[in-house]
């Protein structure tokens, strides 16, 4: 997820260049090549530095770099690989996601190598060419381009968080006895055998499938499984082949359409391998859309009335909000304004609290409460999704995969509570502070405790952050989201 906000922020940025660019300012869309290549790269970087030769490395990233968190990312994956005894469907989830993992540093490296030739144009028109091709590195970053004919798909960043997430809940349907099932399926409690699950994409609200299918029969030879969605009135839309390993069935299919409006239903065939995108029926298994867990669910990770692109990303901007400004306050005690910082040390206070907080006003007694923030505040958001994933872990009706997420969901949250309360204090402290010497120990430590908001927190002090042990950051909780939303995959009648 760390890896993904810097992504982001690196699209951003090239967006800002060809602004820049398209109003014949070649020196600004150099800086935020700049920018782009020290967000990827990371303050360790080969490239990192003053790139434009204006006396300052300016990187508005975290330091770390889209490439350290790759290649953590890729070094966690072979450290999995090489001390674990894994099962065939764990090792393929784990080869797909090492897999991804290549191409997407891959991308990296080019989209490091667009912008560098950003900075070595002559002229607007031509930096401006390059900068196309930056965006395009960066888009085939986040979601590989379709492959060429007779080519294998290709996958990166989007693929790798959906393996990832393939291999959270296989744990998770461990646990579950298994019953024998007409026609060869064997189904865990309940009837469910597997989920589908839908995620955004750069063309699409929820327009990303990936389906797991456990305890699959290895089709008959020359047939296929094969799934589709099927619309209200009927009309289908092909998805692609699951791949079959070790009774593991998997795809994961992107598209441009927003599938959870579009489509009602999905369906499993098992079809002859040259029967190409035409149905034979009958379907073996399918999953309904619009189930009761995406419903309640989709608040945390869609747009919705609470806010308009999902409670958990919402909170995600408005922290970073309040990083942005705590590090404001930084600069302003640099710069001996104690009067600057602790304006910005109330800004934190109320884009942290939300307007109904009794902590949110006029907090530096200027005559005025100001709030960059949206009014919410992400304690309020926070509130909003430990309230949502509470109620729903309390509904025995739900299948227990989903349950589990949104328990973790309410546990991490509740963590995260607690250190935004912590970081409300250490803000209102500094505006206490009569001095700048008073108020400079204490900035450090509100930017850490805010960095374990936004970056998850090693509760047990093992080195490492596990979402599924109450450890996780924001972003992790709206991947735990796609879990609970997930729709339950179950043999057709």
């Not at 600004?28 to 080969?46: P, S, T, W, Y």
């Not at 693929?159 to 998770?172: A, F, M």
């Not at 029926?281 to 999902?310: C, H, M, Q, R, V």
Request: proline share 5%; net charge negative.
């Amino acid at each position: 997820p760390n890896g993904l906000a810097q992504l982001e922020l690196a699209i951003q940025h090239t967006s800002f260049a060809q602004e820049e660019l398209a109003a014949g300012n070649l020196a600004g869309g150099r800086q935020h090549a700049e920018h782009v290549i020290n967000i990827l790269d990371g303050a360790d970087g080969e490239f990192f530095g003053d790139l434009d030769g204006n006396g300052l490395p300016e990187n508005p990233g975290d330091g770390v770099g889209l490439r350290a968190y790759l290649e953590q990312t890729r070094a966690g994956l072979e450290a999995i690989g090489s001390e674990q005894e894994l099962t065939g469907e764990r090792q393929l989830q784990l080869s797909l996601a090492l897999a991804a993992s290549d191409n997407a540093l891959t991308y990296e490296r080019q989209a490091i190598n667009d912008a560098i030739s950003i900075l070595a144009s002559d002229t607007s028109s031509e930096a401006a060419s390059n900068a196309e091709l930056l965006l395009n590195s960066l888009r085939s970053l986040r979601l590989a381009p379709p492959p060429l004919p007779d080519q294998p798909d290709e996958e990166t960043l989007a693929g790798l968080v959906q393996h990832l997430l393939l291999l959270l809940n296989i744990s998770l349907f461990a646990e579950a006895p298994l019953t024998a099932a007409p026609a060869g399926i064997a189904t865990s409690a309940g009837g469910q055998l597997g989920f589908a699950r839908f995620s955004s994409n750069p063309q699409s609200t929820a327009g990303t499938i990936a389906i797991l299918v456990d305890n699959l029969i290895s089709p008959a030879p020359g047939k296929r499984y094969f799934a589709w969605l099927e619309a209200a009135d009927g009309s289908l839309l092909p998805l692609g082949e699951l791949r079959v390993q070790a009774g593991l069935g998997t795809l994961i299919a992107a598209t441009d359409q927003p599938l959870l409006t579009n489509f009602v239903r999905l369906l499993i065939t098992s079809q002859p391998e040259q029967s190409g995108a035409d149905f034979i029926g009958p379907a073996l298994y399918t999953a309904t859309l619009n189930s009761p867990e995406l419903t309640l669910a989709s608040p945390l990770i869609f747009a919705g009335d609470a806010a308009s692109k999902g409670l958990t990303l919402a909170a995600e901007e408005q922290l970073a909000l309040a990083v942005d400004h705590a590090g404001f306050i930084n600069d302003g005690l640099a710069a001996g304004d104690l009067a600057l910082a602790q304006r910005h040390a109330e800004h934190v206070v109320n884009i942290l609290a939300g307007a109904e907080s009794p902590a949110f006003g006029d907090l530096d007694g200027n005559g005025l409460p100001e709030n960059p923030g949206d009014g919410v505040g992400v304690a309020g958001y926070l509130a909003q999704i430990e309230a949502l994933a509470a109620s729903f872990a309390q509904d025995e009706s739900h299948p227990q995969a989903n349950r589990t997420a949104a328990t973790t969901i309410q546990g991490t949250t509740a963590q995260m509570q607690v250190q935004v309360a912590a970081a409300i204090a250490l803000a209102q402290e500094i505006l206490a502070a009569p001095d700048i010497a008073a108020a400079q120990p204490v900035v450090q430590t509100l930017q850490d405790t805010l960095a374990l908001v936004a970056n998850g927190h090693d509760l047990d002090g093992n080195g490492v952050i596990d979402p599924l042990l109450l450890e996780g950051s924001l972003a992790d909780l709206r991947e735990l989201g796609l879990a609970m939303a997930q729709a339950s995959v179950v043999p057709a009648e």
